[in-house]
């Protein structure tokens, strides 16, 4: 078997594991529990305001991005989305519960590991078998990284500018930590 054919057998798995997590996420916002207003509230309660646009967003961001991933269409955009939805969730909900996915309320490991993914199939490319193979545009390497990361970088970090508004440190608290000294 050639390096070729390796390259689009992984381009291949992580565009269909990569984009079908994603369609599943944005199918189980739409569709699960309390569909969008369930997910709008539970973005209400993690600070992400206001909940019901955010819930839509997010979840069109999900189904959009997965299937794009899954077609290998806009391959690096596609990613992209995928990094700055995931970055948004390590930050309002993962990243204060430590690494471990077990741990209480769900540690970082899990997204950071679909922002990896992410990041390393925009450097990738989408493979030979893909409509971005057919339609010819082949942005991969150091640029397909670049436009995956950045992006995705870019949108998550405006997204969090604009919507998260984390409840503020009360004195009380401040007190009750330890000083460094």
Same mark, same amino acid.
């Given at each position: 078997m050639s390096a070729a054919v390796g390259t689009d057998i992984a381009a291949l798995l992580l565009r269909l594991s990569v984009g079908g997590t994603m #369609? &599943?996420? !944005?199918?189980?916002?739409? %569709? !699960?529990? /309390? !569909? *969008? &207003? =369930?997910? &709008?509230?539970? %973005? @209400? $309660? *993690?600070?992400? +305001?206001p909940g019901r646009l955010n819930a839509l967003v997010a979840t069109a961001t999900e189904l959009g991005a997965g299937l794009l991933l899954v077609l290998g269409l806009l391959t690096p955009l596609a990613a992209a989305a995928v990094v700055g939805t995931m970055l948004v969730a390590l930050v309002t909900n993962h990243l204060r519960n430590g690494f471990f996915i077990f741990r209480p309320?769900? =540690?970082? @490991?899990?997204?950071?590991? #679909? *922002?990896?993914? $992410?990041?390393?199939?925009?450097?990738? /490319? &989408?493979?030979?078998? $893909?409509?971005?193979? +057919?339609?010819?545009?082949h942005v991969d390497g150091w640029a397909g990284l670049a436009i995956t990361a950045?992006? =995705?970088?870019?949108? !998550?970090?405006?997204?969090l500018a604009a919507f998260w +508004?984390?409840?503020p440190h009360s004195a009380d608290q401040h007190s009750a930590e330890p000083q460094e000294g």
């Open positions: #369609i &599943a996420h !944005g199918w189980n916002h739409a %569709f !699960g529990g /309390g !569909g *969008i &207003a =369930g997910t &709008a509230g539970w %973005f @209400e $309660s *993690i600070h992400v +305001r309320g769900e =540690g970082y @490991e899990y997204v950071l590991m #679909i *922002i990896v993914a $992410s990041c390393a199939l925009g450097a990738l /490319g &989408a493979g030979t078998w $893909s409509v971005d193979h +057919r339609l010819d545009p950045g992006v =995705g970088a870019v949108a !998550g970090v405006l997204t +508004r984390p409840e």
